[in-house]
């Protein structure tokens, strides 16, 4: 009876492991699958608006960069979460990550007309958010489709889904 009670054991580790990589494995395809997209906040809305052509005109305005129609591999407003406000959000898929980085580059002079940001997974968003409210951690951040986070003494670390946030930060000392 114990023998098999240990097997069981031996498995359900296993299973874990392999849960936990696999969980890994998906969240970085699909980060990765959002490398060329950035999102949209705060656009206002209109009843006949042409996306991609407004957008391209903005930039061009706000920050003299020539964006090519053809740049833009999709542009669409996502549908809104309930108990939201204000305009839905905006998805912009680029054609390749050199016309994503110049609209990313020239993002502060398009802040009268709307914020960009980088499109990260949920799970990438929650990670940040357990990693902000760790009394340990002065500072989280997105760079390359992974997570960083600065500890209160100055340390930068890297953070996947799986990490064990308490053991990681065991030697940092409480601010």
């Known amino acids: 009876m114990e023998h098999a009670l240990a097997r069981m054991k031996a498995r359900l580790n296993d299973a874990e492991t392999k849960y936990q990589k696999l969980l890994s494995m998906t969240n970085f395809n699909t980060q990765y699958s959002l490398k060329n997209n950035f999102l949209i906040l705060n656009w206002k809305e209109s009843n006949s608006e042409q996306l991609r052509r407004e957008f391209c005109e903005i930039v061009a305005q706000s920050s003299g960069l020539r964006l090519c129609p053809r740049d833009i591999l999709a542009i669409h407003r996502i549908p809104k979460h309930p ?6 959000p905006v998805v912009v898929k680029m054609i390749n990550s050199e016309s994503r980085a110049a609209v990313m580059k020239c993002r502060h002079t398009l802040k009268r007309h709307f914020n960009l940001i980088d499109h990260i997974t949920p799970l ?14 002065a500072n989280a951040l997105y760079y390359n489709g992974h ?8 340390e930068r670390r890297r953070f996947d889904l799986t990490d064990d946030i308490e053991f990681l930060l065991r030697d940092v000392k409480e601010p």
């Open 83 to 88: 108990g939201r406000r204000g305009p839905r």
């Open 147 to 154: 997570i960083f986070a600065c500890n209160v003494e100055g």
């Open 124 to 137: 990438n968003i929650e990670l940040m958010n357990r990693l902000k409210e760790h009394p340990k951690i």
